[in-house]
């Protein structure tokens, strides 16, 4: 398995995401578009860029999680930051978080090289690649090599969607903040670690704010009235990654990690 190296565990879940160093590609990378300061570090603080109709360009390789500040907390617990880390769970959905947690996460998609999900996959210890054209927004994830399309040709979420693992997704603008609702999402997806659920009613949507060059805002909105009471919201923080580019991830080359998984 290609990718950054890296283990997390938490007390009741334990898995494992294998990757390589972010400096591991493109050693001498110096991009001409990324603004410094005299001494030619990024200024990440600089203004944020815009594109020919004046809307923030959100193009560029971000990451949630900031390398040496420890574990990736929002893919072990999308709740990380909510009082309590609780989210309004339907009985039946919390026997199933309580069941996943005593299995140590065993059946963790990623674990089986599949896709987490929405907005697992943003959450991962491993950067996202936005590219921004006219009519399409597209999300490149270096985790298991897979990638969202975000239509923002006026389309709307299909009717009568053939559920999958990353849904489908359609975006527009709101002022300086892009609005992406993604829905027809199937019901094996997880959206975190943790072990909190969803079924195919999951509706999300993200509202992607970039403050500066390198600072960007994602605040996600989980809307699934079958496994939870009411919508629950959470905002993280991503951060650009200057001078670098995507490593290649094949999970299932080398793979040697499922029959160490241990639960019941």
């Not at 334990?14 to 590609?25: G, K, N, R």
């Not at 210890?125 to 921004?132: E, G, L, S, T, Y």
């Not at 905002?235 to 029959?259: G, I, M, R």
């Amino acid at each position: 398995m290609a990718g950054r190296l890296f283990h997390f565990s938490v007390a009741v879940i334990a898995t494992s995401v294998m990757c390589a160093s972010a400096s591991a590609q493109w050693l001498t990378l110096r991009s001409g578009k990324i603004p410094r300061t005299p001494d030619g570090k990024p200024n990440l603080s600089a203004r944020a860029p815009r594109t020919t109709d004046g809307k923030p360009d959100l193009s560029g390789i971000w990451s949630v999680h900031e390398e040496g500040k420890g574990p990736p907390k929002y893919a072990l617990d999308l709740a990380a930051d909510l009082p309590g880390k609780l989210v309004p769970l339907q009985p039946w959905a919390q026997a199933l978080v309580d069941e996943r947690q005593a299995n140590l996460g065993k059946d963790y998609p990623a674990s089986r090289c599949l896709p987490p999900g929405v907005p697992n996959l943003t959450m991962a210890p491993h950067p996202f690649k936005i590219v921004q054209t006219e009519g399409l927004v597209v999300i490149l994830y270096e985790a298991l090599t897979t990638y969202r399309q975000i239509f923002t040709d006026g389309r709307g979420l299909p009717r009568d969607p053939n559920p999958n693992w990353m849904g489908y997704s359609v975006g527009h603008w709101e002022g300086g903040t892009f609005v992406v609702r993604s829905a027809g999402f199937n019901d094996m997806t997880w959206l975190d670690v943790a072990g909190h659920p969803n079924t195919e009613a999951l509706q999300v949507t993200e509202r992607f704010r970039r403050r500066d060059f390198g600072h960007m805002d994602i605040e996600i909105t989980i809307n699934d009235s079958r496994a939870y009471t009411r919508p629950w919201t959470v905002t993280v923080p991503a951060l650009l990654l200057p001078d670098t580019e995507l490593l290649e991830f094949v999970c299932n080359e080398n793979e040697k990690d499922q029959p160490h998984l241990v639960g019941k």
